[in-house]
């Protein structure tokens, strides 16, 4: 069973900066991408930034330029520096992690608040 544990979501204001982690666990194996995603209420979730297991990495256009997406030391870890944020990033944050043929896993999902 595979495991997705995600931190470090919460308020802040405009401008700031927030770090998202993501580890993942269980039995996974050829990895070939960790990704986050965001979702607000009554709208489609969408890729946020994405990661290949070449390091190649992908970004939404609204947040090219202030979100950068990292692997970590450990093993199936990712995280999501997040800088200058703006309102209409408050969101659901989820990471997502794909391996193998066709297995695809989520995490239970961070809220980030940004609000004066």
């Known amino acids: 069973q595979v495991q997705l544990v995600e931190s470090g979501g919460g308020l802040v204001q405009p401008g700031g900066s927030l770090r998202l982690s993501c580890a993942a666990s269980g039995t996974i194996s050829s990895v070939h991408h960790m990704a986050w995603y965001r979702q607000t209420p009554g709208k489609q979730r969408e890729l946020v930034a994405s990661i290949t297991s070449g390091g190649s990495t992908d970004y939404a256009d609204s947040v090219k330029g202030r979100f950068t997406i990292s692997s970590g030391n450990a093993k199936n870890t990712v995280y999501l520096q997040m800088n200058s944020l703006k309102p209409e990033d408050t969101a659901v944050y989820y990471c997502?992690?794909?391996?193998?043929?066709?297995?695809?896993?989520w995490g239970q999902g961070t809220l980030v608040t940004v609000s004066s």
């Open positions: 997502n992690v794909g391996w193998g043929l066709l297995s695809n896993a």
